[in-house]
């Protein structure tokens, strides 16, 4: 469930946008630096104050011509994006 929550905190409509305690086992997961992670978020959120992004595929979008900048974003955004919706013994959907 903690790892839900960290993919909605990618969302920007969420309460926890971009919060790095909600990403933290999302990061251990997709064994990323959290220290990392939370520097960038904090140069991050002050650019985001004028972004239109309102979902993952956006944020990902917008991101994408700073993936040197901020690789572990965009690892978590392609994470989220690819995490399949439901999963069951015989069939997967999305």
Do not use: H
């Amino acid at each position: 469930m903690k790892i839900l929550r960290g993919i909605s905190s990618l969302s920007s409509d969420s309460s926890t946008f971009l919060k790095a305690e909600e990403l933290t086992d999302k990061c251990i997961m997709l064994q990323c630096d959290i220290v990392s992670l939370s520097n960038k978020i904090q140069v991050l959120k002050p650019m985001l104050k004028q972004s239109k992004s309102k979902d993952v595929v956006d944020l990902f979008f917008e991101f994408l011509p700073l993936e040197q900048a901020f690789p572990t974003i965009i690892y978590l955004a392609i994470d989220a994006l690819t995490m399949p919706v439901c999963l069951t013994t015989t069939e997967r959907t999305f």
